[in-house]
């Protein structure tokens, strides 16, 4: 089969290759990839930025596809199906984590599109448990951002709780901030978006689909409008998708004593110069957010189905496997919301 291959360390080292495609035994189900989302960490992977543990290897692992093989210990999923699927393949099934199916702490995890080879590529597999039927009305483009939808649904609604009287603040403009607004105003709370003056096509675009206030501020001051729409005691919840230390230094200070801050967006660097006195002397919860984990699916795929993530106008571009190449470039160019492959 055709799967776009990384084949060694370094920026790029990537192409399409003829590699075998994948064997179905136990509880494993053969996909036929229909679409494959590109994700902040494939666009790091390609720039060598991450240290992959496993090379060669396929990425992608935000994906949608049919079911075309299913293992003899296979009792649900069924051939035809159209699915997508948790990027989790392999858990040790016998860890504290396992046990509440917190399956993105399990220290032995392997994920599909990391460890195992992933959606970039004519065919995927993966563990039964990890499959999601999607609804007839979720199309395949649709069904492809499932997975970033899961992981800002347990930012948003897991790691904490979202009233329709809060104020929430969202630090950055991509993909993952665009889809966390999205599940936020379906709670039926006030968003307030920040971005910086090369991110204006896209705080545009985040006004379009319903954010209540959006915030340039390299040009205004997020201060000042934050006091004003919060009578002075800051927002309820700040969710950071930057991974940027000024954005969330920035902010640290401004939410509500006692207010709550999600870490979503991961840092450059692993140790990072982080504003403890605001946390301290106002003692917010600041809390770290990994991926998702198996509950947070159905609710995700429940959104994708009733409409409230606009699936259509996120998606902005698609390649096909042969030009993955160019998606990527459309990606790290900044002007695209979210790029798919078509295998």
Known sequence: MKAALKSEQGYNQMSVQEIASPEVKGDLVKIKVKFTGICGTDIHTYKGEYA??????????????EVVEVGPDVTKVKIGDRVTSE???????????????????????????????????????????????????VSFEAGALAEPVACVVHAALEKTS??????????GPGPIGLLLAQVV????????????TADAHRLEFAREIGVDLTVDTMKESLKAILDLETQGKGPDKVFDCTGAIPAVNEALPLIKKKGTFVQVGIFKDAITP?????????EINYVGCRSQKPSSWPIALKLLSDGSIDADRMITSKFSL????????????????????ES
Not at 101 to 119: A, V, W
């Open 162 to 171: 979202i009233e329709p009287t809060d104020v929430i603040l969202i630090l």
């Open 185 to 196: 105003k379906a709670q039926g709370a006030k968003v307030v978006m920040t971005g910086i």
């Open 52 to 65: 992959n543990a496993r090379l060669p290897l396929v990425l992608g692992h935000e994906f949608s596809g």
């Open 274 to 282: 982080i504003d403890t006195n605001a946390i301290i002397q106002r």
């Open 322 to 341: 042969e030009d993955f190449q160019q998606g990527f470039e459309a990606v790290m160019a900044g002007t695209e919301m979210k790029v798919l492959i």
């Open 87 to 137: 990027t989790t393949f392999e858990t040790c099934g016998e860890c504290e984590y396992c046990q509440t199916k917190d399956y993105n702490l399990c220290p032995y995890r392997k994920g599909i599109g990391t460890q195992q080879n992933g959606s970039m590529a004519e065919f995927v597999i993966s563990r039964e448990e990890s499959i999601h039927i999607l609804p007839d009305n």
